[in-house]
């Protein structure tokens, strides 16, 4: 009843603001049009994407308001001069387009009972997707008004401007163990650091890393009866922090995960590490295991890939 009472809202919303001549005007005239856009047309002419966006499509966008603009220069202390002539304008504006046509229905179902899903954008790098409280959120961007139809997609206006990951792998494993009393990856950064890998995870991807919390190194350790000096000094470190990442064209994200497990079928799937060994990555009812250290938190995004926490460190085969 929940899901229905919102598909109603949604359609009567749209009945009562989207123009009749929507259907006649692709994605660039309506937001021309509706005259509450300046700023997102202007970038998007700045960054060269208007024919893409008046192409055949059919294109979704998430549509920032010129307030959701401002309030992202105010935050930023930059001008709108200076957001035209950053070198990553065009990503930005990418990062709000999907290709193929999703309206709020198809929305609110693609979600379901997840607490997110992962939609990827003509960036490369996939947004968040939830429902809360009857309300659509990409990332952190909340639809306000949904279904502005145009002749080659729709739009769904949003109250502030979604921008991709800046942070890479390194950077967010850093910013995590910096935490005070919720500081985490303490130990990964350590060992990271003392493999001399800090600059490989923060250079060009795509990387897929499955990083093992504090708790879980403080288990390895008593497993092994060793302390954290004898992990960081062992001639297998780097081999072992490779053997939790990947690295590829792509970044191995929950959904493409969930997608070859669900081909695979009980047997798992061998995946390729850095480390030049595989693991098997397995799923049962309670989550998905990767040589039997559970995933505890997917998708973590970063500019250059994705972390995925585990619940334990995995150790390669023996040679």
Not at 1 to 18: D, F, G, N, P, Q
Request: glycine share 6%.
């Amino acid at each position: 009843m929940r899901k229905l009472s919102i598909l109603l809202a949604l359609v009567l919303l749209v009945v009562m603001v989207a123009p009749v001549s929507a259907q006649e005007a692709d994605i660039v005239d309506v937001a021309v049009d509706n005259g509450s856009f300046t700023t997102l047309v202007a970038a998007v002419q700045e960054a060269a994407l208007v024919d893409a966006l008046k192409a055949e499509g059919p294109y979704t966008v998430f549509a920032p308001t010129d307030e959701a603009f401002a309030a992202l220069l105010a935050d930023m202390e930059i001008e709108a001069a200076d957001l035209l002539a950053a070198e990553n304008l065009t990503d930005i504006l990418l990062y709000h387009v999907v290709s193929g046509e999703f309206d709020a229905a198809a929305v609110i179902e693609l979600v379901g009972d997840n607490d997110y899903v992962l939609v990827d954008t003509l960036a490369g790098i996939p947004v968040k997707v939830s429902v809360e409280m009857g309300n659509v959120y990409v990332n952190e961007a909340m639809v306000t008004l949904p279904d502005v139809a145009a002749s080659n997609g729709v739009i769904h206006v949003v109250d502030s401007v979604i921008l991709p990951p800046s942070q890479t792998i390194t950077d967010i494993v850093v910013e995590a163990a910096d935490m005070g009393e919720d500081s985490e990856f303490t130990t990964l950064l350590a060992a990271v650091s003392q493999a001399g890998l800090a600059d490989a995870l923060a250079g060009e991807g795509m990387f897929t890393v499955f990083a093992p919390t504090d708790a879980a190194f403080a288990a390895a350790l008593e497993a092994l009866n060793i302390t954290a000096e004898d992990l960081l000094a062992s001639e297998d470190l780097a081999s072992i922090l490779l053997y939790h990442v990947v690295s590829g064209e792509e970044a191995l994200y929950s959904n493409d995960v969930a997608a070859a497990l669900a081909e695979a079928g009980e047997e798992g799937v061998m995946v390729e590490t850095m480390n030049g060994a595989s693991f098997t990555v397995t799923a049962d009812e309670n989550g998905i295991y990767i040589n039997g250290a559970q995933i505890i938190m997917t998708d973590i995004l970063a500019s250059n890939g994705v972390i995925h926490v585990i619940d334990a460190v995995i150790l390669p085969p023996a040679e």
